[in-house]
C-alpha cells in the first residue's frame, strides 16, 4: 500500500489521488486549509479498507472504522471540534471562489517570486530548486544571525517568520507562502527583510533588490 503524508501539500499542489494509486492520504487542517489545527483528512482506497479489515494493531479514537461508519448517518463517533468545521465550510467556499488551479499557480507564483527576492538579497536558498516547497521558502543568512533576522522582523514589523528545527536549528529561518498568503503579503515581508537585514548591516543587500526581483516575477506570472 502507498500511505501518503500531504499535511502540508493538500490544498496547496494538485495531489491526484486516484489517479496515482494513493491508498491511504492524510492531512491536516492549518496548512493549505487555513484554519486552525484540530481537524484530520483522511481518504482511505478500497484496497486500504480490505487491510483494515485484517489489521491487529490497537485502536479505538483513531479506528476510522468507526469515523465510516458513521460519517454514513451524518455523524462522527465521537464530539468534534464544531467551530472547525464552521472554519472549514467558509475556507471551502474561498478556495472554490477561487478556483484549484488558481490556487495551485498563485502557491507556485508566490514560491517563485519569493525565491528570486531572497537570491536578489544575496542569501543562500537552503533547497535547490527541484524541490522547493510551495509552502514555505528556507534561508540560510551567510553573514547575519538567523535568528536575529526573526528578532528584528518580529518587533519592527510585526511579522513572524519560523526558525529551523532539530540540526538547523538558529541556522536558517523560513518565509511562509502557503493558504491565504497574497502577492502584497509577499512584497511586504521582502521589503521588511531588506529593512531588516540592512539594520543589522548585513553586506552585499542592495536596497530594493528583492522587492524588484519578487515584483518582477509577480507581473510576468
Known sequence: MIIVDTVTSLGAVNVPVDEWGLDVVASGSQKGYMIPPGLGFVSVSAKAWEAY????????????????????????????????????????????????????ARHQRLLAATRAAVQAMGLPLFAAAECASPAITAVIPSGVDAEKIRSVMKKRFDIVLAGGQDHVKGKIF??????????????????????????????????????????????HS
Open 53 to 104: 479489515k485484517t489489521a491487529k494493531l490497537p485502536r479505538y479514537y483513531l479506528d476510522l472504522g468507526k469515523y465510516r461508519k458513521d460519517a454514513a448517518k451524518d455523524t462522527t463517533p465521537f464530539t468534534p471540534p464544531i467551530n472547525l468545521f464552521f472554519a472549514l465550510q467558509a475556507a471551502l467556499r474561498m478556495m472554490k471562489a477561487e478556483g484549484l488551479e488558481n490556487i495551485f
Open 174 to 219: 523560513r518565509i511562509g507562502h502557503l493558504g491565504f498568503v497574497s502577492d502584497r503579503d509577499i512584497l511586504t515581508a521582502i521589503a521588511a527583510l531588506e529593512a531588516t537585514l540592512q539594520e543589522l548591516g548585513h553586506e552585499g543587500v542592495q536596497s530594493g533588490a528583492g522587492v524588484a526581483a519578487a515584483a518582477k516575477v509577480l507581473t
